[in-house]
């Protein structure tokens, strides 16, 4: 991104790309509507995202943003320029934090858009209930009872309906028809017919009751009402709303979390002194202080001070890494000892953490949507349905000149083809599923996810965090000849005890707990990038690189440096251990594996996956890893950025990847693969990024997910079958006057009930 793309941020000059924020999309079929209008346009390539309502649109010179905009507000939707925040704000810090999210799918709009339909929804519910059961259940109906049922269903019909019948109407002024067509002509119609039955037919009267007689009778529609449909299919169709709009608030989670971060603020060196300010109004040049523990607040050169820095969550390398002046170090990793002096070279949206953030974005962006199976019916269910009903009632005008036959026919159509078991197939499936999945330590985050479980074949596991644990710990003891190895790891153990490097506390750490409490240590020094030296029981003590003996004139014996190097080739960190003036022995420590991860490749293996290991590690590193867990394919020393595009070279192989990872590192290729799977012990970035999250943190449970995953996917398919395949059976008896359309409306909720009962069954999954 250059500097000159400040004020405006897609220009004629720059002339390319624009992102759109797109309102009022309801369903797939709103979505490819607006991006088949817009790639129409001469010169212009779009992909409209329903899932963070976006458009991203490439265009030539010759197209205005303006045309663009006016292009979809024609279809009856709405439409935004999304302008990015500038790459190095100086002063307030707002723009830059705000703009972020906001760009992101920010929950500011989200947040009221999911209180809104969760009120709604609450509403119609607590009316709709009794309507339905008054209706249903004979026994219920006092007198005028229907006039309670009217006064209950009204305002979930007029109110509760809202968005279906203004999203209905919207597509009928540019003669489209999508899900919500469906939803409000037959709850209209039931709603009108009720009326009218109430008002002007005999409904009305005291003491009439609802039977469920399976006798057809072409001339009593005036005695009979359809309130408890109306309501229903209303409640039903805004629960499966509300549960898809409080998933798509989260689309932007993913950037929000890399945005967050970052440093907050940074100690600055200003005319000699030391400013505490705001990271964001950095500057190239700024020159900042970071003490032991802070993050460091942006990208830059260290000029002043050593220490070891923790980058896992940016490069996935497990082992700290030594700076010192001169060296480049990277924003949001962690200084873990020294103080540092760091001059800044790249601020704001230049820096390494923001191009992750873009990663992330355009891997969420160009992540295929899998439509909904019911959209899908309903883009020639609907209008079929329409003709169908139309053609019903003018049949029976002609043929038996009865109105009122006509009209019952015509409404019994509208009502058996309410799209209420379509509306419940994939939330109640998808509740059962993710409730016991989080039994399980398991969190599916929407049904938009499950498709791709059914295809994956291979999956791509990140090594740090999530085949190993992450931390480093201590290994082999090899001493010398004539030492004691508990000797050894006593006195190596106590200096390494009074520093802060990880890998002095992996040391530490083993000794205590393989030889007790450790002596005190005096004169203790730390020598930067070498080791530590200090005096324990009396016993000048060095631990250290090979460098650091041989500065103080200690020479190793060749078995011991043979020992230092294989370490070395095996990707361990290797420490040599010396007092008094002689070698005694060495020390390795590495990133231990989980115990369970060997037991999660073989069931992955058993799911017919094809293991793959990808990490920032070094290949010795991630070999060795490999080799003890059972894994043939290795990649290693790779960037976040090439994560991304291993990703895809696997899909380019025609292969459907699946993604495990625990780190910002991976957080673009668990956005960018088929399926993403997160460890719900990693980061916020990676979580969120993620189509599934493993809540324990263990990998064994990647296989448990796969498998529940893929028996919800089951499970919502058989629900839409047989939602579908009852209209199918059912349309012709209703158009042919053989079913009452209070017997559609019974079969209707006995449709549901069937679907509902079905997606029970998954709380039996093992």
Same mark, same amino acid.
């Given at each position: 991104?250059?500097?000159?793309?400040?004020?405006?941020?897609?220009?004629?000059?720059?002339?390319?790309?624009?992102?759109?924020?797109?309102?009022?999309?309801?369903?797939?079929?709103?979505?490819?509507?607006?991006?088949?209008?817009?790639?129409?346009?001469?010169?212009?390539?779009?992909?409209?995202?329903?899932?963070?309502?976006?458009?991203?649109?490439?265009?030539?010179?010759?197209?205005?943003?303006?045309?663009?905009?006016?292009?979809?507000?024609?279809?009856?939707?709405?439409?935004?320029?999304?302008?990015?925040?500038?790459?190095?704000?100086?002063?307030?810090?707002?723009?830059?934090?705000?703009?972020?999210?906001?760009?992101?799918?920010?929950?500011?709009?989200?947040?009221?858009?999911?209180?809104?339909?969760?009120?709604?929804?609450?509403?119609?519910?607590?009316?709709?209930?009794?309507?339905?059961?008054?209706?249903?259940?004979?026994?219920?109906?006092?007198?005028?009872?229907?006039?309670?049922?009217?006064?209950?269903?009204?305002?979930?019909?007029?109110?509760?309906?809202?968005?279906?019948?203004?999203?209905?109407?919207?597509?009928?002024?540019?003669?489209?028809?999508?899900?919500?067509?469906?939803?409000?002509?037959?709850?209209?119609?039931?709603?009108?017919?009720?009326?009218?039955?109430?008002?002007?037919?005999?409904?009305?009267?005291?003491?009439?009751?609802?039977?469920?007689?399976?006798?057809?009778?072409?001339?009593?529609?005036?005695?009979?009402?359809?309130?408890?449909?109306?309501?229903?299919?209303?409640?039903?169709?805004?629960?499966?709303?509300?549960?898809?709009?409080?998933?798509?608030?989260?689309?932007?989670?993913?950037?929000?979390?890399?945005?967050?971060?970052?440093?907050?603020?940074?100690?600055?060196?200003?005319?000699?002194?030391?400013?505490?300010?705001?990271?964001?109004?950095?500057?190239?040049?700024?020159?900042?202080?970071?003490?032991?523990?802070?993050?460091?607040?942006?990208?830059?050169?260290?000029?002043?001070?050593?220490?070891?820095?923790?980058?896992?969550?940016?490069?996935?390398?497990?082992?700290?890494?030594?700076?010192?002046?001169?060296?480049?170090?990277?924003?949001?990793?962690?200084?873990?000892?020294?103080?540092?002096?760091?001059?800044?070279?790249?601020?704001?949206?230049?820096?390494?953490?923001?191009?992750?953030?873009?990663?992330?974005?355009?891997?969420?962006?160009?992540?295929?949507?899998?439509?909904?199976?019911?959209?899908?019916?309903?883009?020639?269910?609907?209008?079929?349905?329409?003709?169908?009903?139309?053609?019903?009632?003018?049949?029976?005008?002609?043929?038996?000149?009865?109105?009122?036959?006509?009209?019952?026919?015509?409404?019994?159509?509208?009502?058996?083809?309410?799209?209420?078991?379509?509306?419940?197939?994939?939330?109640?499936?998808?509740?059962?599923?993710?409730?016991?999945?989080?039994?399980?330590?398991?969190?599916?985050?929407?049904?938009?996810?499950?498709?791709?479980?059914?295809?994956?074949?291979?999956?791509?596991?990140?090594?740090?965090?999530?085949?190993?644990?992450?931390?480093?710990?201590?290994?082999?003891?090899?001493?010398?000849?004539?030492?004691? *190895?508990?000797?050894? $790891?006593? =006195?190596?153990?106590?200096?390494?005890?009074?520093?802060?490097?990880? @890998? !002095?506390? %992996? /040391? +530490?750490?083993?000794?205590?707990?393989?030889?007790?409490?450790?002596?005190?240590?005096?004169?203790?020094?730390?020598?930067?990038?070498?080791?530590?030296?200090?005096?324990?029981?009396?016993?000048?003590?060095?631990?250290?690189?090979?460098?650091?003996?041989?500065?103080?004139?200690?020479?190793?014996?060749?078995?011991?440096?043979?020992?230092?190097?294989?370490?070395?080739?095996?990707?361990?960190?290797?420490?040599?251990?010396?007092?008094?003036?002689?070698?005694?022995?060495?020390?390795?420590?590495?990133?231990?594996?989980?115990?369970?991860?060997?037991?999660?490749?073989? *069931?992955?293996?058993? $799911?017919? =996956?094809?293991?793959?290991?990808?990490?920032?590690?070094?290949?010795? @590193? !991630?070999? %060795? /890893? +490999?080799?003890?867990?059972?894994?043939?394919?290795?990649?290693?020393?790779?960037?976040?950025?090439?994560?991304?595009?291993?990703?895809?070279?696997?899909?380019?192989?025609?292969?459907?990847?699946?993604?495990?990872?625990?780190?910002?590192?991976?957080?673009?290729?668990?956005?960018?693969?088929?399926?993403?799977?997160?460890?719900?012990?990693?980061?916020?970035?990676?979580?969120?990024?993620?189509?599934?999250?493993?809540?324990?943190?263990?990998?064994?449970?990647?296989?448990?997910?796969?498998?529940?995953?893929?028996?919800?996917?089951?499970?919502?398919?058989?629900?839409?079958?047989?939602?579908?395949?009852?209209?199918?059976?059912?349309?012709?008896?209703?158009?042919?006057?053989?079913?009452?359309?209070?017997? +559609?409306?019974?079969?209707?909720?006995?449709?549901?009930?069937?679907?509902?009962?079905?997606?029970?069954?998954?709380?039996?999954?093992?």
């Amino acid at each position: 991104m250059s500097d000159t793309a400040t004020e405006h941020p897609i220009s004629a000059v720059e002339g390319s790309e624009v992102e759109l924020a797109i309102g009022g999309m309801t369903c797939a079929s709103c979505s490819s509507r607006i991006e088949r209008k817009l790639n129409r346009l001469e010169g212009v390539t779009a992909s409209v995202n329903l899932a963070t309502e976006k458009a991203r649109v490439s265009y030539g010179d010759g197209v205005a943003v303006d045309t663009l905009i006016a292009t979809v507000e024609k279809l009856g939707y709405t439409a935004e320029e999304i302008v990015p925040p500038p790459p190095e704000p100086l002063v307030a810090s707002t723009p830059s934090a705000g703009a972020g999210p906001d760009a992101s799918g920010g929950s500011g709009t989200g947040e009221s858009e999911v209180d809104a339909l969760r009120r709604r929804l609450l509403v119609s519910a607590v009316l709709a209930l009794p309507v339905v059961l008054m209706a249903m259940v004979p026994a219920l109906q006092f007198d005028n009872w229907q006039w309670l049922s009217l006064t209950l269903a009204a305002p979930v019909v007029v109110w509760g309906g809202l968005p279906f019948h203004r999203a209905a109407w919207t597509n009928a002024r540019h003669a489209a028809a999508t899900m919500d067509t469906l939803v409000s002509v037959g709850t209209l119609a039931a709603f009108g017919w009720s009326l009218w039955a109430l008002f002007l037919g005999d409904a009305g009267m005291p003491g009439m009751r609802h039977g469920f007689d399976l006798t057809v009778s072409r001339t009593d529609g005036s005695a009979t009402i359809y309130l408890e449909v109306a309501a229903g299919v209303i409640t039903f169709i805004l629960l499966g709303r509300y549960l898809e709009a409080r998933a798509k608030r989260k689309a932007g989670a993913a950037l929000r979390a890399l945005l967050e971060l970052g440093a907050k603020d940074a100690t600055v060196l200003r005319d000699g002194r030391e400013v505490r300010v705001p990271a964001e109004q950095l500057r190239v040049g700024d020159r900042f202080v970071v003490r032991p523990g802070e993050k460091i607040a942006t990208d830059g050169t260290v000029v002043e001070g050593s220490s070891a820095i923790d980058a896992a969550l940016l490069t996935g390398e497990s082992v700290p890494v030594d700076v010192t002046v001169g060296d480049a170090v990277t924003g949001a990793t962690v200084n873990t000892s020294g103080r540092l002096l760091v001059e800044a070279s790249r601020v704001g949206s230049d820096t390494q953490l923001a191009r992750m953030a873009r990663l992330v974005e355009d891997a969420q962006s160009g992540k295929a949507q899998v439509q909904r199976l019911a959209d899908r019916i309903a883009a020639v269910f609907v209008p079929v349905v329409l003709l169908i009903a139309a053609a019903t009632l003018g049949a029976w005008l002609s043929v038996t000149g009865d109105a009122t036959a006509a009209f019952t026919a015509a409404v019994a159509v509208l009502i058996i083809a309410c799209p209420c078991a379509l509306g419940l197939a994939t939330p109640t499936a998808l509740l059962v599923g993710t409730g016991r999945g989080a039994q399980l330590g398991i969190l599916i985050k929407g049904p938009e996810v499950l498709e791709s479980t059914r295809r994956v074949d291979t999956v791509v596991l990140d090594k740090t965090g999530t085949v190993t644990t992450g931390r480093m710990e201590l290994q082999d003891v090899y001493a010398a000849d004539g030492t004691p *190895e508990k000797e050894l $790891l006593r =006195l190596a153990g106590a200096v390494e005890h009074a520093s802060e490097h990880p @890998v !002095a506390r %992996a /040391v +530490a750490e083993g000794a205590q707990r393989r030889c007790g409490p450790l002596p005190a240590v005096e004169s203790f020094a730390n020598v930067p990038g070498l080791g530590v030296r200090g005096t324990v029981e009396g016993h000048t003590v060095l631990v250290g690189r090979e460098q650091l003996l041989t500065d103080a004139g200690v020479k190793l014996p060749d078995t011991l440096s043979d020992t230092l190097a294989e370490a070395h080739r095996q990707g361990r960190t290797a420490v040599a251990v010396a007092w008094d003036g002689v070698a005694r022995g060495a020390l390795t420590v590495a990133d231990a594996v989980k115990d369970t991860s060997a037991e999660a490749v073989r *069931e992955l293996r058993a $799911l017919g =996956l094809t293991p793959v290991l990808l990490t920032g590690d070094h290949w010795a @590193v !991630a070999e %060795a /890893v +490999a080799a003890e867990v059972g894994i043939d394919e290795v990649r290693a020393e790779v960037l976040p950025q090439d994560k991304v595009a291993a990703v895809r070279e696997l899909q380019a192989a025609g292969r459907t990847v699946a993604m495990v990872g625990d780190g910002v590192n991976d957080a673009a290729a668990l956005a960018a693969a088929d399926l993403g799977l997160a460890m719900g012990t990693g980061t916020d970035a990676a979580i969120e990024a993620g189509d599934l999250t493993l809540v324990r943190g263990d990998l064994r449970v990647a296989a448990d997910a796969i498998r529940l995953s893929r028996r919800t996917l089951a499970t919502i398919k058989g629900n839409l079958f047989w939602a579908f395949g009852y209209n199918v059976a059912a349309l012709p008896l209703a158009a042919a006057g053989l079913l009452n359309p209070m017997i +559609a409306g019974a079969a209707m909720a006995f449709s549901s009930v069937f679907v509902v009962t079905n997606s029970l069954r998954l709380k039996t999954f093992r």
